[in-house]
């Protein structure tokens, strides 16, 4: 069974356990097109944190179709990360792709994971200002954070809020996607405890 056919029985599961959304799997696929256009630049042997993975979108997606990247699919919740471990097993990609079970609160503050990471990707994380709080402590100096944006919306992304966790936007963004780049390390005191960000958002 080659790869790409593994990741759309991965999807079809993850899509009947009701961790992925409706929709033919090729949408959700073309979906993970917007953050690999993003990670076009990100050089051969990088670290990826996919915030939220749940059903494997994009973190599975990005997986296949970037061998040469080291993923970790990051979810708080139990029953998606037991999904995710089955699919990493069993498309053999242990060897580069770690499940992470914990809240991004918590890995933000662990210092094996803090400054450490070449790009996030976000996608139903939470609210723009929830996402850059557990996003920026873990990225490195000039590492991105890539963020699936709603159809239409605008000014999410304020420069003052931003720079608040050292972040500001990228020159360009792929279409439906929003690129922050870290352009300085995120403050000692984010993220704040597990929880806070999403009830206090700092914008």
């Known amino acids: 069974m080659d790869s790409s056919t593994g990741l759309q029985m991965a999807l079809n599961r993850a899509r009947r356990l009701g961790v992925l959304g409706p929709g033919p799997i090729e949408d959700h696929i073309s979906h993970a097109g917007g953050f690999m256009a993003a990670l076009e630049e990100v050089p051969v042997g990088s670290v990826i944190v996919d915030l939220g993975s749940g059903g494997g979108i994009p973190g599975l997606v990005i997986a296949d179709a970037r061998p040469d990247l080291r993923l970790v699919l990051l979810d708080a919740l139990e029953r998606r990360v037991a999904l995710l471990e089955e699919a990493v097993e069993a498309l053999g990609w242990d060897d580069r792709v770690i499940v992470l079970h914990a809240r991004a609160e918590d890995v933000g503050r662990d ?35 890539i963020v699936s944006e709603p159809p239409e919306q605008t000014d999410r992304w304020p420069i003052d809020g931003l720079a608040e966790f050292g972040l500001e936007p990228a020159d360009k963004s792929p279409a439906g996607m929003q690129v922050l780049r870290q352009v300085e390390l995120c403050p000692d005191k984010y993220p704040r405890r597990v929880g806070i960000p999403a009830k206090r958002p700092r914008f």
């Open 111 to 145: 210092p094996a994971w803090r400054g450490t990471v070449d790009a996030v990707t976000a996608r139903l994380f939470g609210p723009p200002a929830t996402v850059a709080e557990c996003a920026a402590p873990l990225l490195r100096i000039g590492g991105v954070l």
